[in-house]
């Protein structure tokens, strides 16, 4: 359960952070302490998680559903996520295939940055964290683009 926990919580901080924590606050009408306590690592908060409506209120402005995303990879599930985000090329399947190239090389840099001292520190994995949601978008981006060229 505490794994469980710790990766529910992980993906907390990253909507919060993806929001702000200013607008977050606005949005859920919760303080910055109560936020950072949904997502704190420390025993005394071990059981605090984010009510399912803040969750939804952050998500409608997020620009990934994270903590949705990590329910659904806890349970092995696969979702299809259309977010209608302006600032997206839709160049379609090519664009995709490019930008997938593009955001591996850009993981593989940051885990090779990581293991130089054979050591992936706190900060690193949050930087390998934040490059892998990233791959996950455009990978979702790409089922999308083939999902229309195949209906």
């Known amino acids: 359960m505490a794994d469980i926990g710790s990766y529910l919580k992980k993906h907390t901080e990253a909507l919060v952070k993806d929001v702000g924590i200013e607008a977050a606050c606005r949005l859920t009408g919760k303080s910055k302490a109560t936020l950072g306590r949904y997502y704190s690592d420390n025993a005394e908060h071990a059981e605090r998680f984010m009510p399912v409506d803040a ?7 997020a620009s ?7 329910l659904a990879d806890l349970r092995n599930i696969m979702l299809s996520y259309d977010g209608q985000k302006t600032e997206t090329p839709s160049g379609g ?10 955001r591996f090389a850009m993981l593989m840099s940051e885990y090779q ?20 949601v990233m791959l996950q978008q455009v990978l979702i981006d790409m089922k999308l683009h083939l999902e229309d060229e195949s209906a």
């Open 113 to 132: 940055e990581a293991m130089a001292d054979g050591i992936i520190t706190v900060n690193e994995a949050k930087r390998l964290l934040r490059e892998t």
């Open 93 to 102: 399947v090519n664009s995709d295939v490019i930008a997938l190239s593009q």
């Open 64 to 70: 990934y559903p994270h903590v949705t995303s990590a």
């Open 55 to 61: 969750v939804a209120k952050l998500e409608e402005a």
